[in-house]
């Protein structure tokens, strides 16, 4: 296993008009990590993770993957084509992301994910099922980087427990995974690392054993 | 190209899922083509005259010996205007707010100068001001025209009674005053039965030539009052609810609807669907997802081009209608409704990148689209700002490029003139698109 980083953020900042949403961030993502982004609301946890996942560019510094990296993005909000089935949105990404079986890939996650076959528009599915959705399309293309906003936040415990099964493969691979999460639990259990946000900024970066318990607590509030 | 094409694929099918949506997008155009058609009509129908009648026109009026019914005659003339008689007072109320285009006053003494028969009398006209006045002043000059035609016969034959008179000799009257004319034809009489000297002989020659002379002149007159004649020969070509200029406005019109909002509306959709940052990080760059957007227009233009164009041409066929439809023209026309649709999806490309949301860049499409569309269909020649401003828009050179391809004899100048506009005006509002589209991502 390289000790060279899957991903990394280099200075790496964000700006929107005025608006500073993240200031320049160093951060590396070393092979078989998992990385928990902690923080209040608007803190730009999700920011970073665009721009990780080159989503968004950013205005200041740069975002380096390393050659040949696959990265899967399940940002906060769905990103899939409301009037497209569960199937027809993972054929279509499938095909996009250069899946050699489109249609296989498709119906394997479509089971994995438990996600309903039928030709019915995503836009009228659950929103666990949508959720579910989500998080399926960022599997596509066997990414060995996966970036997840909040990626729990609609699950059930069991789709819960089924998704961290398949990150933790995916890390014991020699794969990674960043995570945006309100959960302490989560984290201590599949964060190796952590760093905290607040306004835009990073304000603590390290182990979770280094994570203040408190202060963890007030950061998320 | 591949992932475009996906894209592209998906777009369709998600048109093809939103059957109301599409239905609306499709009725539309031809809503509002209608809608053009009835002002089109509108603006050609009779527009309001007022007449004013300061002299107490009577019913009827002798001229040359020839009775006038004055309403029948003024029903004849008035045609192409709609005359109303109303007071001096309430044709200038009327005149100022535009209930009536113009007001044509009769004045006093009207009528006994006309009976007189030596001068002409005058009708006196208002106009009002706008656009439309040129075309109402040329309908009230057809009134007077019309009018004229009619007295013009009575004055021909009040002339050729004088000039018969001089040929023939007998009573009459002039300006009131009895008369009593000896004629050519008596005083050549007089002549023979005088002595031959050579003084009499000239006068002979003289009264001979006269005579001939004299007995051309009702031609003549005629002629001078119609130096040039139309004769009507039957009608022929199409009306003009088929003309060509129809057909090509009728399928740049909706083409312009259709590419312009689907291509708005879809750009802004992927960032609605909070699809488009998934696509923008290495799936789909912002690039091919325009080109995406300006195919599916340009796909879609052409597929509804061909069938208006095909319905069109069946109902000439079956109507058989002068002329028939161009069938030939076809891939012509193919190649024009492609470029018109591209270079209006880029523009439409640019509004949804502009707008940012689904919603808004459809409203903003349908505000701009009327505009253009109306740009486009004011003759430049009557008001050249239109002109300039449809200059930059694709609509005009669409309608120009559809004109040439089905209907012109040697179209090949004009399409490639009208291809290039469209080219770069598509390029242009592409690469528009392409930087606007950045802001899709923030």
Known sequence: MSDQPLLAARGAGRRFGETVALEAVELELLPGEGLALVGPNGAGKSTLISLLAGALQPSEGRVERRKGV???W???????????????????FAKLEGEADPEEAAARLLESFDLPGAPKPSAN?????????????????????????????????????????????????????????????????????????????????????????????TLSA | MTRTWLIVRKDALVLRRSPFLFGILLAYPVAIALLVGLVAGYSNSKPRVALVDEDNLPATVVIGGKRFHVDHTIKEVSRNVKLVRLSADDAQRQLRTGQVVAVVTVPPGFISTLEGMVRSP???????????SSRVDQQVQALVYSLNRQLQRAYIDTNLKYVTLILSGGKGTFLGEPIDVIGLERSQKVLQAMPQTRRVRVLEDFIHDARLALANTGDALRATAHPIQIAHTGNRGRTSALSAQVQATAIALTITFLALMLAAGSLASERDENVIGRLARGLVSLGHLVWAKIVLAAALALMLGVAIAVAFGLIIEIGGVEGGEPWQRLPLLVIGLVLAGGALGALGALLGALAKEARSASLVALLVVLPIVFLGLIPAEVVPPAGWASTVLPFTHAVSFFRSALFDLSPWGELARQALWLLALGGIFGVLARLGARRLLA
Do not use: C, M
């Open chain 1, 70 to 72: 696959r990265v899967g």
């Open chain 1, 74 to 92: 399940a940002p906060q909000r769905p990103a899939q084509y409301g009037r497209l089935s569960a199937r027809e949105n993972l054929e279509l």
């Open chain 1, 125 to 217: 599915l659950s929103v666990g099922n949508r959720q579910r959705l989500n998080l399926a399309i960022a599997f596509l293309g066997a990414p060995e980087v996966l970036l997840l906003d909040e990626p729990t936040a609609a699950l059930d415990p069991e789709q819960r427990r089924r998704l961290w099964e398949r990150v933790d493969a995916l890390r014991e691979a020699g794969g990674a995974v960043v995570f945006a999460s309100q959960h302490l639990g989560e984290i201590e259990r599949h964060a190796g690392r952590v760093v905290a946000l607040r306004d835009g900024r990073l304000v603590f970066a390290g182990t979770v054993d280094e994570y203040d318990r408190p202060e963890a607590d």
């Open chain 2, 122 to 132: 005058k009708l006196e006209v208002q106009l009002s001001h706008g656009t439309i």
